[in-house]
């Protein structure tokens, strides 16, 4: 399985601003995912982030406002762009196995709590 | 359509009574993997357990155990007295193959268990 931290924990930020969270896997992977948890409600895929290439955004995601990063196969990086309160959520990253026995399973960082006053 | 429904919004037991917390799940693959994981206050997702569909066994960990059904399409989790440790919002989640040679992840919209001393 692969251990995953973020970075920030957590932020309280100004309306208007942006705030890069910072992803870091113990292993190489290929494929990392950029979750947003809203208050109270589950989790929606915000995009998917291949090393070398663009990132594949979800409907109703976009890269203008959500930009990321992908330099290395063990790093990711998720900026929120312009925030507005309604961006106040857990940001999580995330990683799948590819091989068995984890294959298909999902691993989670310990997300970013962002509050946006 | 691939889909995950945890009907149960909120759930509010004594501690020592027994819960059960249902999932039921759509999809068209004959291969797929259902999980639970545990999210308490503090944000994180815990892993609690992954299922293949060609494995119907039910499984029992603890206080813990899961009944698997395809006859019913349904993954349903039941924790054997309570303990107010175990209040948090509870997912089950569908992996199935996304036909890329990746797998695509379906998140319910969760259950918060609530446990009463």
Same mark, same amino acid.
């Given at each position: 399985?692969?251990?995953?931290?973020?970075?920030?924990?957590?932020?309280?930020?100004?309306?208007?601003?942006?705030?890069?969270?910072?992803?870091?896997?113990?292993?190489? +992977?290929?494929?990392?995912?950029?979750?947003?948890?809203?208050?109270?409600?589950?989790?929606?895929?915000?995009?998917?982030?291949?090393?070398? &290439?663009?990132?594949?955004?979800? &409907?109703?995601? +976009?890269?203008?406002?959500? %930009?990321?990063?992908?330099?290395?196969?063990?790093?990711?990086?998720?900026?929120?762009?312009?925030?507005?309160?309604?961006? =106040?959520?857990?940001?999580? @990253?995330?990683?799948?196995?590819? +091989?068995?026995?984890?294959?298909?399973?999902?691993?989670?960082? %310990?997300?970013?709590?962002?509050? *946006?006053? | 359509?691939?889909?995950?429904?945890?009907?149960q919004t909120e759930i509010s037991v004594v501690e020592k009574e027994d819960v059960t917390l249902d999932c039921v799940y759509e999809t068209r693959d004959t291969t797929y993997y259902l999980f639970w994981y545990k999210q308490p206050p503090s944000g994180e997702l815990v892993f609690l357990i992954r299922r293949n569909s060609f494995?119907?066994?039910?499984?029992?960990?603890?206080?813990?155990?899961?009944?698997?059904?395809?006859?019913?399409? &349904?993954?349903?989790?039941?924790?054997?007295?309570?303990? *107010? +440790?175990?209040?948090?919002?509870?997912? @089950?989640?569908? =992996?199935? %193959?996304?036909? &890329?040679?990746?797998?695509?992840?379906?998140?319910?919209?969760?259950?918060?268990?609530?446990?009463?001393?």
């Open positions: 399985s692969a251990v995953i931290s973020q970075k920030p924990s957590r932020d309280i930020c100004q309306r208007g601003t942006s705030l890069t969270i910072q992803c870091q896997v113990d292993s190489q +992977v290929t494929m990392m995912f950029w979750y947003r948890q809203q208050p109270g409600q589950s989790l929606t895929l915000i995009a998917t982030a291949n090393q070398g &290439s663009e990132a594949t955004y979800e &409907s109703g995601f +976009v890269i203008d406002k959500f %930009p990321i990063s992908r330099p290395n196969l063990t790093f990711s990086t998720l900026t929120v762009s312009n925030m507005s309160p309604e961006d =106040s959520s857990i940001y999580l @990253c995330s990683t799948r196995g590819a +091989v068995l026995p984890t294959m298909g399973e999902q691993f989670f960082g %310990p997300g970013t709590r962002l509050t *946006v006053l | 359509a691939q889909k995950v429904t945890q009907a494995d119907e066994q039910n499984e029992i960990s603890g206080r813990y155990s899961w009944n698997f059904q395809k006859s019913t399409s &349904s993954f349903n989790f039941t924790i054997t007295a309570s303990q *107010v +440790v175990d209040s948090a919002v509870y997912f @089950c989640a569908l =992996s199935e %193959p996304s036909g &890329s040679g990746t797998y695509k992840y379906i998140f319910g919209t969760g259950t918060r268990l609530k446990v009463l001393a």
